[in-house]
């Protein structure tokens, strides 16, 4: 609950923008992603057929049980066991690998949206921008995001110095 201060500064401007909304929705955000989901999907189709193997193995031993000794069989479980661990250890490194790509590849896009956030503040006379995932409620008027997203477009990127942004990177 905010409550307006009297010692607020009188007419200070406020606006939003969604910065991870504006970074994807860009041209150069949109290839991204299709490039990611590409890569996502290739990994996904490689755990896939590992998982089916190891799902088809694990059938193969269970109709062996009959006719291997208990120590064989035993032995089979544990390596059957094994690279299903192997397996989830693929999974999770895939992951953080896909994380990292996301990382690298959005982050000049990052950049440019903060850099063209803060022109907008600065031409437009707005006292603070706040990423509007954070914010519970705005007019939509005071929303920057498709401005920002039409500019990065048609190309209106100031320079961009990474200590001018002023801000984090993107989780």
Do not use: W
């Amino acid at each position: 609950p905010f409550a307006a201060r009297a010692d607020a500064p009188q007419g200070m401007r406020v606006a939003v923008v969604d910065v991870q909304r504006a970074m994807m929705q860009t041209e150069d955000g949109l290839r991204v992603q299709a490039t990611l989901k590409k890569e996502f999907d290739k990994k996904q189709q490689e755990l896939n057929k590992k998982q089916t193997d190891l799902q088809k193995q694990k059938e193969d031993i269970d109709k062996q049980s009959k006719v291997l000794s208990k120590d064989a069989y035993q032995r089979k479980l544990e390596e059957l066991q094994k690279q299903m661990m192997e397996l989830q250890t693929l999974f999770v490194d895939y992951n953080k690998e896909l994380d990292k790509q996301q990382k690298e590849k959005t982050e000049p896009i990052f950049e440019k949206i903060m850099a063209i956030v803060k022109r907008i503040a600065t031409t437009e006379n707005y006292d603070i921008v706040v990423d509007k995932t954070t914010v519970a409620y705005v007019r939509t008027d005071l929303d920057l995001t498709d401005k920002c997203i039409q500019m990065y477009n048609s190309g209106q990127i100031p320079a961009v110095t990474p200590a001018a942004t002023g801000s984090a990177a993107p989780k």
